[in-house]
């Protein structure tokens, strides 16, 4: 066979037979494959943004924008539809009103007493479910119902509870022989009693918090704790609290900050004030010069007062929990 004839073979069975592979597909062009990158990639990131940013606008709305005017307000004085700049009037207004110390010193004797009893009564719910094996979920429900009350109605039900003739209250006091009690009618025990019905009606929330960071506690250290002739009350100070620290202090900072604005429960339980003034806080006296005195500007005086308190614990806060760290 000469070399032609062999060159011919060659070229037949090339053309006649395709690549085990199949024909091979074009590469697009570069150009054409970024901009398709590109724009997948604008879409995406475009559709992030949007929801974001109306996250932000929400916020910024319901949030940022009262902040801002009331301490604009603060400044202000509307009266006949006329809105004047009155400069520090309106802070020496409230700083000078004869209520303005008592209100403080009922805020924070309510926030003292809801420290010492809404703070520390959940944690102590939450180590006792923790030590149960069986039918916690359903304990989780039966503690957390409270919360899912409406706050009206679990008011009012405690104003029933407090009713010095028909309540309940009275009532198993009678049973045990004890001094019955003019609840919400005396100045001794008002405070006291809307600080126990502000503590069953939160405490839920708090105590499965509280639950959920026992759970993380490794039982390592309790099974060590036991081999060492730990007690109880031993294991839960060197260990149960120093374990959940972060959380008793984030959750200190937010009792503070929830109890120190408390309406609802002394407007409804007690009208407000309370017998002899024993239980107005700030914020009662926020509501009487904005809706009572029609007086917004000494509202948002009194407000913009209440929010540098406020910031300064939640400042104070943060400064200890960065040196702790």
């Not at 074009?26 to 943004?49: C, I, K, S, Y």
């Not at 509307?78 to 209520?99: F, Q």
């Not at 006091?173 to 009606?201: C, R, Y």
């Amino acid at each position: 066979m000469t070399a032609t004839t062999v060159s011919h073979h060659k070229a037949k069975r090339g053309s006649g037979h395709s690549s085990p592979r199949g024909p091979r597909r074009r590469p697009g062009r570069p150009d054409e494959n970024a901009r398709g990158g590109f724009g997948r990639r604008l879409r995406r990131d475009l559709q992030a943004h949007a929801f974001m940013i109306g996250a932000v606008l929400c916020f910024g709305f319901f949030s940022w924008y009262p902040m801002v005017r009331e301490v604009i307000m603060s400044f202000q004085k509307t009266k006949r539809g006329e809105t004047t700049w009155v400069g520090w009037k309106n802070l020496e207004t409230v700083w000078n009103d004869p209520g303005f110390w008592p209100a403080w010193r009922n805020t924070m004797q309510f926030t003292l007493y809801a420290l010492v009893i809404g703070f520390a009564v959940p944690f102590v719910i939450a180590i006792v479910l923790n030590e149960f094996r069986h039918a916690q979920a359903y304990l989780r429900i039966l503690v957390y119902l409270p919360v899912m009350l409406p706050p009206v109605a679990g008011v009012l039900l405690f104003k029933y509870f407090y009713n010095p003739e028909y309540g309940l209250f009275n009532h198993i006091l009678h049973f045990l022989h004890l001094p019955e009690q003019s609840w919400l009618d005396s100045s001794s025990t008002a405070m006291i009693s809307v600080v126990i019905a502000a503590t069953w009606m939160n405490a839920g929330g708090a105590t499965l918090i509280y639950l959920a960071a026992l759970q993380n506690v490794p039982g390592e250290l309790y099974e060590a704790a036991d081999l060492d002739g730990a007690g109880l009350l031993s294991k839960i100070w060197h260990i149960t609290i120093p374990q959940t620290r972060s959380v008793l202090s984030l959750m200190l900072l937010l009792q503070i900050v929830a109890t120190m604005q408390e309406f609802t429960n002394v407007y409804l339980l007690t009208g407000g004030s309370g017998p002899e003034n024993s239980t107005g806080t700030v914020v009662y006296m926020v509501y009487q010069y904005a809706f009572r005195y029609d007086s917004f500007g000494s509202a948002s005086a009194l407000g913009l007062i209440m929010l540098v308190v406020l910031g300064g614990f939640s400042g104070l806060y943060a400064r200890l929990s960065r040196d702790s760290d």
